[in-house]
């Protein structure tokens, strides 16, 4: 079969552009990039644009899309973000360069698995800042195992620290949470009588401090994805409006209206719960224009992120299969067979990239 739509258009021109911008940037900090490509699923075309820009390495938090470009032929190094299981370090240290890490017991394991291969595999130790998700809490422990890993492990090799703020308790990364890595840094340099490879500050919203040149001295990495591909976590949700240079455009869906018709736009009958089991609230505003178009949740996870390049459409919901649009004042006189384009947001792009179901077709590889 050969499916025309859903279509994910991606510009990878402008993906490029993004990614030699940010790493610019960081690069007059004193700061390396790795560019994240979980966002899009690790897709070997989008891997190797960002690889192009001078990144230091390609993080993900799932194996599967490192093995994927690494069978692409893309030989940047790879850095696994997400903290492994016990049963994921073989192949952790078989396809990543580098990975973070929270628990001891893991890079033991790691050190055994490198030991028995005769190679070396290199951990960033994470520490909790306040975020509440991956990390040492206990930071004589961090400085402990820190310098253990350093002094006695020889497969797996201690590069350096980092930490991940604004993730899960929405903890601002502010110069002085930077200042607490540093620090931390500076006691374990002191104590092992060198510097570390990797001072690794955050994720894309840690970029403000390299672009107000608030950074402080010593964080020298970062770990980059939504800044690069869609950059509209920090310049929409977070509202930084001088970020311009970076292109919000890089996505867009193309979906394929299947219905229109003139429906009431509260339902009639009795009440039970919809799909997911919920009773959502209607607005009742008479008589509407609706369009059913073929693009639902399942391939784009929540439709109401979405944005319609048509700010006249607005977007009423969805289930699995489909979205509702009111089309009343759309301005055009919509049939069966039109297409509606819409910018994704940071989930919908995770999800039409990875589904099975959308074609995706890739412009102006640089
Ligand atoms: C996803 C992730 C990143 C990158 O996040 P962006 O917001 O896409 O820049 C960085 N670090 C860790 C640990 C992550 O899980």
Aim: proline share 4%; hydrophobic share 40%.
């Amino acid at each position: 079969m050969s499916r025309l739509y859903p279509e994910l258009q991606i510009d990878l021109q402008k993906i490029y552009q993004n990614s030699l911008e940010t790493v610019r940037r960081c690069a007059e900090s004193g700061i390396r990039v790795c560019g994240v490509i979980k966002g899009c699923s690790g897709l070997p075309e989008i891997a190797r644009t960002i690889s192009r820009a001078g990144v230091s390495q390609l993080g993900t938090s799932r194996i599967e899309e490192a093995v994927r470009c690494r069978e692409a032929g893309i030989s940047t190094p790879f850095l696994l973000l997400r903290v492994p299981g016990m049963s994921e370090i073989p192949d952790v240290v078989r396809y990543f360069d580098y990975s973070l890490q929270s628990e001891l017991a893991a890079v033991l394991r790691i050190d055994r698995e490198c030991s028995a291969r005769g190679m070396h595999h290199k951990v960033i130790m994470m520490a909790d800042l306040g975020d509440i998700r991956e990390g040492y809490w206990d930071k004589e422990a961090f400085i402990r195992d820190c310098l253990f890993i350093d002094r006695q492990l020889d497969g797996a090799v201690l590069a350096g620290i980092g930490t991940n703020l604004g993730c899960y308790g929405a903890i601002k990364p502010t110069r002085e949470k930077m200042e607490e890595l540093t620090a931390l840094a500076d006691e374990i340099c002191r104590q092992s009588g060198h510097p570390l490879e990797i001072i690794s500050g955050g994720a894309s919203n840690a970029y403000p401090l390299v672009h107000y040149h608030t950074m402080p001295q010593g964080i020298n990495h970062l770990r980059i994805g939504d800044n690069i591909l869609l950059s509209r976590g920090l310049q929409t949700k977070l509202n930084y409006r001088d970020m311009d240079y970076l292109d919000m455009t890089a996505f867009l869906v193309h979906a394929e209206v299947v219905e229109v018709k003139e429906k009431p736009s509260y339902p009639q009958g009795e009440f039970a719960l919809n799909a997911y089991g919920k009773l959502p609230e209607f607005e009742d505003r008479g008589i509407r224009k609706r369009a059913l178009i073929a693009l639902g949740e399942a391939d784009v996870g929540d439709v109401a992120e979405l944005l319609p390049l048509n700010s006249r459409i607005r977007i009423i919901g969805g289930s699995s299969d489909y979205m509702i649009l009111d089309v009343t004042e759309c301005g055009s006189d919509l049939q069966p067979g039109d297409l509606i384009d819409f910018y994704p947001e940071y989930i919908n792009m995770l999800h039409l990239t990875a589904s099975g179901n959308v074609r995706k077709t890739f412009l102006n590889e640089p």
